[in-house]
C-alpha cells in the first residue's frame, strides 16, 4: 500500500504522537508498504531516514501561544503535486491543527480514503484554558471544529475506551470508530551505550514524569505533592524530564517551597536516548497528575520498564490500569503524596505493582498493533473499491 501520512508534530520533537506516529509508519514500512508522511519544516528533521519512508516538509509560522504548535499554510500548491505524483491509495492525519487541513484537501482532490487518529482532546476545558479559552462556548466549538472533519472521515481511530465513549458522547457515530492503542516502540537496550544520567544521584526514593510541561499537564500539584512527601522522606527526588511552556513557572513553585534538592529537572531529552539512559530503571514509580489524557507512550514506556502508576482520575485511560496503580482525587496534592509515600515505604507492594506493569505490556506489541493497522487500511481501500 502507500499512504500519506500527515502530522503537525515530528521528529525530533518527544511526545506520544511523534513517537506513535514513527512507530507505526517503520512498521508499516517493513512490511514494504510506502509511507509519504507531511510536516512542518525543522532543520534536525534530515536526520530521520528509514527504508520505504520519505518525509516532504511545509513551511510554517511559530504560534505564538504555544511552542510546540506550527501554523503552516492551508493550501500548498507545491505539495497537491507531489501527493499527486505519490498517488497514495489512503490518507492518514493524526493532528487537528492547520496540517489536517491539508490532509483533507488533498482527500476531496485525489477522493481517497482518508482515516485521522484522535489523539488529543483539543476541545477539553484543561487543553483550551492554556491558550486562554476558558470559557464553555468555545468548549463546544472546539467539539464542533473535531466534529466537521470526524462525521465526514472514513474511519476514526481511538488509541483507549474512555477517547471512544467521549467520541460517542459528542456525536460521533460508534460504527465509524475503530479502537486501536498507541504502540510501545522498539526499545533497544545496550549496556555498552548506556547512558548514565544519575550516576551522581544517591537516593533510591525517585519518582518520575515525563512528558509536556504545560499548564493542562498540572505538573505543579506533583510539586505540592513531593513537598509534603519531603516531610516524611526527606531524600524523596522527583525527576522532570520535559520542556516548555511552564518550565520557569516550574522552577519558581519548586524554589518557593524550597525543595530545590528533592526535584530534578532534566528538560528535554530525545525518545531513544531516554530509553537507553538509567532514568526509569532507577525510578521508583510513574507520577501524573494530569487530568485528561489519551493513552500517552510514556505511561505505556513506564510500564514497560516495570512502573507503578500514581495518577488522578479523570479523563484517564482505564486499559493502562489493572493492579498497578493507585489513583488519587484531581488536584488532590495530599491524597497523591500518601500514594507516593506508601509506594516508597512498602517494597514489597510496590514489586507486586511492578510486575502487574510488566504482564500488560504485550497489549501493547508495536508489531501487533502495525498487522491490525494495515487490516484496518485494507479494508477502508477495498471497500472504497
Same mark, same amino acid.
Given at each position: ?13 518527544? =511526545? ?37 519512508? %520519505? ?10 501561544? !504555544?511552542?510546540?504548535?506550527? +501554523? ?11 501527493? *499527486? ?59 464542533? !471544529? ?18 471512544? *465513549? ?18 510501545? @516502540? ?5 549496556? /555498552? ?8 544521584? &544517591?537516593? %533510591?526514593?525517585? #519518582?518520575? !514524569? ?13 510539586? /505540592?505533592?513531593?513537598? #509534603? $512527601?519531603?516531610?516524611?522522606? @526527606? ?9 516548555? @511552556? ?16 528533592? $526535584? ?26 494530569? @487530568?485528561? /489524557? =489519551?493513552?500517552?507512550?510514556? +505511561? +505505556? ?19 493502562? +490500569? /489493572? ?43 508495536? &508489531?501487533?498493533?502495525? &498487522?491490525?493497522?494495515?487490516?484496518? !487500511? ?8
Amino acid at each position: 500500500m502507500k499512504i500519506a501520512v500527515f502530522t503537525d508534530t515530528f521528529f525530533p520533537t518527544t =511526545n506520544w504522537i511523534v513517537t506513535s506516529v514513527v512507530t507505526f509508519c517503520k512498521e508499516l514500512a517493513d512490511n514494504w508498504n510506502k509511507i509519504i508522511i507531511i510536516t512542518p519544516y525543522n532543520k534536525w528533521i534530515e536526520e530521520f531516514k528509514y527504508k520505504n519512508i %520519505e518525509v516532504y516538509t511545509v513551511k510554517w509560522i511559530p504560534a505564538i501561544f !504555544y511552542p510546540d504548535f506550527k +501554523i503552516t499554510f492551508w493550501f500548498t500548491p507545491t505539495l497537491i503535486k507531489k501527493i *499527486r505524483d505519490f498517488k497514495p491509495e489512503l490518507i492518514h492525519f493524526h493532528t487537528q491543527f492547520i496540517i489536517w487541513w491539508q490532509a483533507i484537501i488533498m482527500w476531496k482532490l485525489l477522493k481517497v480514503p482518508v482515516v485521522g487518529t484522535f489523539h488529543t482532546y483539543i476541545a477539553d476545558e484543561s487543553y483550551l484554558n492554556v491558550i486562554w479559552l476558558n470559557a464553555k462556548v468555545f468548549w463546544d466549538v472546539g467539539w464542533k !471544529y473535531n466534529n466537521f472533519f470526524y462525521k465526514k472521515i472514513d474511519k476514526v481511530l481511538v488509541p483507549s475506551l474512555n477517547a471512544k *465513549r467521549e467520541l460517542i458522547k459528542h456525536w460521533i457515530d460508534v460504527s465509524n470508530i475503530e479502537l486501536l492503542s498507541n504502540p510501545l @516502540p522498539q526499545i533497544e537496550i545496550s549496556e /555498552e551505550n548506556k547512558i548514565h544520567l544519575l550516576d551522581d544521584i &544517591k537516593t %533510591e526514593n525517585i #519518582v518520575l !514524569y515525563v512528558w509536556r510541561l504545560s499548564k493542562e499537564k498540572n505538573v505543579s500539584i506533583s510539586i /505540592e505533592s513531593i513537598y #509534603v $512527601v519531603s516531610k516524611e522522606i @526527606p531524600d524523596v527526588l522527583f525527576i522532570i524530564v520535559g520542556d516548555w @511552556p511552564e518550565k520557569k513557572n516550574l522552577e519558581k513553585l519548586v524554589k518557593s517551597h524550597n525543595i530545590e534538592k528533592n $526535584v530534578l529537572f532534566l528538560w528535554k531529552i530525545p525518545n531513544k536516548n531516554l530509553l537507553n539512559s538509567d532514568v526509569f530503571e532507577k525510578s521508583k514509580m510513574f507520577l501524573s497528575s494530569s @487530568p485528561s /489524557e =489519551n493513552q500517552p507512550m510514556t +505511561i +505505556i514506556e513506564a510500564m514497560y520498564f516495570g512502573l507503578p502508576i500514581v495518577w488522578v482520575d479523570e479523563k484517564w485511560v482505564w486499559e493502562l +490500569i /489493572e493492579g498497578n496503580w493507585f489513583k488519587a482525587k484531581n488536584e488532590n496534592f495530599w491524597e497523591i503524596a500518601i500514594y507516593i509515600i506508601k509506594l516508597l515505604k512498602k517494597p514489597e507492594l510496590r514489586n507486586k505493582m511492578s510486575e502487574e506493569s510488566k504482564k500488560m505490556i504485550i497489549n501493547f506489541d508495536s &508489531k501487533m498493533l502495525a &498487522k491490525k493497522l494495515e487490516g484496518i !487500511y485494507k479494508k477502508i481501500i477495498n471497500s472504497k473499491k
